[in-house]
């Protein structure tokens, strides 16, 4: 059998007739990276490759980097391979990365979600021989409502406590689910963000993705300045001293692992809202059935059970030790498996 | 349903006590009568008898969501709640219409009862595709059990006492005991309460608060009476007209367990009602405690048990006497009425007195606390001489001073995830201790850690799994706990030789090194203290 298109080792997922490494969790010489949440992009590289639409948040992360920007479905030659990126729908110029070597394709799924957000470039499947899945959610128990559904539920919330004189404070992520959730709540009142969500959103705003204002709450700006306010901050923020100067708040959580119940129950939180920027159990099935692929790789989420799924459904399907997810922007909370 | 679901959505998106109540109040008050039983009843632990096990419904889940059965039962382990993976993983209802009033509803399950499995496998797919993920969950939840919202039974009380105007312990009198929801009209359940009536029904028990000072806070030790903490199983023994029973503190009927206690029925007065403890009786203390769990648990006593461990009622509390309720009395007079009545019943029964115990001041009595063990107890209560019989928790007027626990260091080989609150964290351990260079596992422990220490170590677990065992994972023996308990015994059943009594975690113990952690020899040791 000829040698694998793609190999794993520990520094990441390695291309040997390319010589480079796709999302590496090590310093590399030269990487491949599918989107900018910390976990894929790492600090430390020699040279980056990304998309256009992903640079500007990745170099706001890591800084003064030698990075190469590419456009989604552009073929770009390193060595003896042919590399292509094409949308991953997960978040704002994220891709899936396809490794071509002599008509064999591989693609590195990097985290990706099916559904079209109205923000992040849909997700496109591609032909490929052998598939690199992420499973975060790769469980049966894992099945989001429509997007619209979600997103009225969260609008009747914020204008409940809208009109009970509540503060409104929805933690998520902030590159990425942020601006998800601005982009797709009913604007009745001010949206307010916490610092680290107003510089990724100043960023995307200034790429041109379509944003709804929002205001840096801080000195001047606060439950006062701004009643019913809807305050967007990352979850580390729910229940801390920030949150409460915000007066009477009704604090909500909005992530994929608040489809269970337990979860949810255990941040003590009242309000949990199942929005996540992963593909739910349809549709990585759908996604994998969609690519055509024989072969699939199951990296970060749910490993085990879902490599079982996918060869009982008849897939040649291993599973490969990465360390993604551990400092994600969708960690499970607390259990890998 | 729908009530009923709009009342669970209400209480479940809250974690504020508050809003609970005004939830549980409004519900009381619109609900439909029937509903509002069954609805006191789930909230009160009492449930249908199950007509469908646990194991059928989750194979007709897994049929329905078109999944093998070991695939639900990885999605079971992740999300720790049997009725919610099956809401879950269910695919959406076809036709959702008006879904049954919850009466009529946990009217049909129970009619299910004795139907072949074909039979009731259509009935609730038959539901099952009539119900939104919510009433999906509930109805699963009415047929697994373990009904639990967030709804303490006090809460569920007070929230009936503002919906009726009934006094709050009146109802929870009422509310006690073995009435049926099936038979059980609203306005019945809920009515002032007359002496008549009571048949077998038990009174809620007065709980005592633990005492985290020393007794000097209290005050004036002439005010106190003191007693033994027994380690048994706290009871009521009711003697009515036609009725004699005994109440477990869970409300569980249990006089059928303990057959020596029936020549009580014939001797003691009507209408008396003991608050005591009931232990193992040795020649003149209680054996310890799991001589008694060799018969919780049982439906019939062999008589072997009865002749190794015959059954003793410690009476603590008189709390009715010729058919009167005297629990508005102070302590001392109720004492001095039962030591009467005690004294009046001829000698060979199997029923004494806990003793009162005599103590000269706090320094007296804190001597006395240490000599517990030796007298096969807790610790000590302490008891307000002129306290009423109050209903439930009431901080101020009973203390129990227990021992200070033991504790041992042990490592942690073994991890399993937990339920409910704790899915999909690891939070049951298997703890060891050294026997030369092994390590023998001892005990179990679930509790004692904060919610980010149980996070931790459950990313640590992620990492550091040696072999999985289905839900169970076999860890590197590397993180040492302080594992705390309040006895310990010999135990053939268990590896290790002992069984410990109430451990729990006291404390994860960074700084220790696994080559640090007790030994088993250490264990031994104990457990000749323990035996005096």
């Known amino acids: ?337 | 349903m729908r009530d009923f679901a709009a009342l669970f959505a209400a209480l479940d998106g809250t974690t504020k006590t508050g809003a609970k109540l005004a939830a549980l109040t409004a519900y009381f008050q619109s609900a439909p009568e029937p509903d509002r039983v069954w609805t006191i009843a789930l909230l009160s632990g009492r449930r249908p008898k199950r007509s469908v096990t646990a194991t059928e419904l989750r194979e007709w889940a897994a049929g329905a969501a078109g999944l093998p059965l070991w695939l639900f039962e990885e999605s079971y382990a992740m999300v720790g709640d049997l009725a919610e993976t099956i809401a879950l993983i269910l695919p959406a209802p076809l036709h959702e219409d008006e879904p049954p009033s919850l009466d009529q509803t946990i009217r049909a399950l129970m009619a299910l009862t004795g139907q072949s499995s074909e039979a009731r496998r259509e009935a609730i797919l038959r539901v099952w595709d009539r119900l939104g993920q919510t009433e999906r969950l509930l109805f699963n939840k009415l047929i697994t059990g373990g009904f639990r919202m967030g709804v303490s039974q006090g809460l569920m009380t007070r929230a009936l006492a503002q919906a009726t105007g009934v006094d709050e312990a009146v109802l929870a009198h009422r509310l006690m005991g073995d009435w049926l929801p099936q038979h059980t009209a609203f306005a019945d359940l809920v009515a002032e309460d007359t002496a008549t009536g009571l048949g077998s029904r038990p009174y809620p028990f007065a709980l005592a608060a633990p005492l985290e000072d020393g007794p000097e806070t209290l005050g004036d030790p002439q005010d106190w009476r003191a007693e033994w903490k027994w380690d048994g199983i706290r009871g009521q023994l009711i003697q009515r007209e036609g009725a004699f029973a005994l109440w477990s503190r869970g409300e569980e009927l249990i006089t059928d367990r303990f057959p020596e206690f029936a020549p009580l029925a014939d001797f003691l007065p009507r209408g008396t009602v003991i608050d005591g403890e009931v232990v193992a009786w040795g020649a003149d203390r209680p054996l310890p405690f799991a001589e008694l769990q060799k018969r919780i648990g049982r439906k019939t006593v062999p008589k072997r048990l009865l002749l190794d461990a015959p059954a003793r009622l410690l009476a603590y509390d008189l709390l009715e006497d010729g058919g009167e309720d005297i629990r508005p009395l102070p302590y001392a007079t109720r004492r001095a009425r039962m030591e009467a009545m005690v004294a009046a019943l001829p000698a060979g029964l199997p029923l004494g007195l806990s003793p009162d115990i005599a103590f000269a001041g706090w320094a007296d009595l804190a001597a006395i606390r240490a000599t517990a063990r030796a007298a096969q107890a807790e610790g000590l209560m302490l008891k307000r001489a002129t306290s009423p019989y109050f209903v439930g928790r009431k901080r101020g007027d009973w203390w129990k001073w227990k021992l200070d626990p033991w504790s041992v260091d042990a490592v942690m080989i073994y991890a399993q995830a937990g339920h409910g609150r704790r899915a999909n964290l690891f939070t049951d351990f298997t703890f060891a201790v050294r026997q030369g260079n092994e390590l023998v596992p001892f005990t179990k422990a679930y509790s004692g850690l904060t919610d980010a220490e149980f996070a931790e170590i459950t990313r640590w677990v992620g990492k550091n799994t040696l072999e999985r065992f289905g839900p169970v994972r076999r860890v590197k023996p590397e993180l040492v706990f302080e594992i705390a308990f309040e006895g310990i015994q010999e135990s053939p059943r268990h590896k290790s030789g002992i069984a410990l009594r109430f451990p729990r975690m006291a404390r994860w113990r960074r700084d220790k090194p696994v080559d640090e952690i007790d030994t088993i020899e250490g264990l031994r040791d104990l457990l000749n203290v323990a035996r005096g």
């Open chain 1, 1 to 337: 059998m000829a040698d694998p298109v793609l190999t794993f080792t520990d520094r990441g997922i390695y291309c040997p007739a390319g010589d480079f490494f796709i999302d590496p969790w090590r310093p590399v010489d030269r990487a491949l990276i599918t989107h900018g949440h910390s976990d894929h992009a790492r600090w430390g590289h020699r040279r980056y490759l990304a998309t256009h639409q992903a640079l500007p948040v990745i170099r706001h992360r890591l800084g003064q980097i030698d990075a190469q920007g590419i456009g989604y479905g552009e073929a770009f030659r390193i060595g003896g391979v042919t590399v292509s990126f094409h949308p991953a729908g997960h978040v704002p110029g994220s891709a899936q990365i396809a490794v071509e070597r002599d008509g064999e394709v591989w693609v590195v799924s990097g985290d990706y979600k099916v559904e079209p957000d109205g923000l992040a470039e849909p997700f496109a499947p591609v032909r490929c021989h052998a598939f690199i899945s992420e499973c975060t959610f790769g469980l049966p128990v894992f099945r989001w409502r429509p997007q619209a559904q979600v997103m009225a539920d969260i609008s009747r919330w914020w204008a409940a406590n809208a009109a009970a004189g509540k503060t409104s404070i929805l933690g998520a992520y902030s590159f990425g689910k942020a601006q998800r959730l601005m982009a797709g709540v009913d604007p009745i009142g001010p949206i307010l963000t916490h610092g680290a969500v107003e510089e990724t959103t100043a960023i995307l705003r200034a790429q041109g993705y379509a944003l709804p204002d929002t205001i840096r709450a801080g000195q001047g700006v606060d439950a006062k300045t701004h009643p019913g306010a809807l305050v967007i901050a990352p979850p580390s923020a729910l229940g801390s001293a920030w949150a409460r100067k915000f007066g009477p708040v009704d604090e909500a959580f909005a992530s994929g692992w608040m489809a269970v119940r337990g979860i949810r129950r255990r941040r003590s939180l009242g309000t949990g809202f199942t929005v996540s920027d992963h593909a739910d159990w349809d549709g990585l099935n759908a996604a994998i059935r969609a690519t055509g692929c024989e072969r699939v790789f199951v990296t970060h989420g749910y490993t085990a059970p879902f490599r079982r799924w996918l060869a009982e459904q008849g897939y040649d399907a291993g599973i490969v030790a990465t360390e993604f997810g551990d400092d994600a922007e969708e960690p499970l909370p607390e259990v890998a498996e």
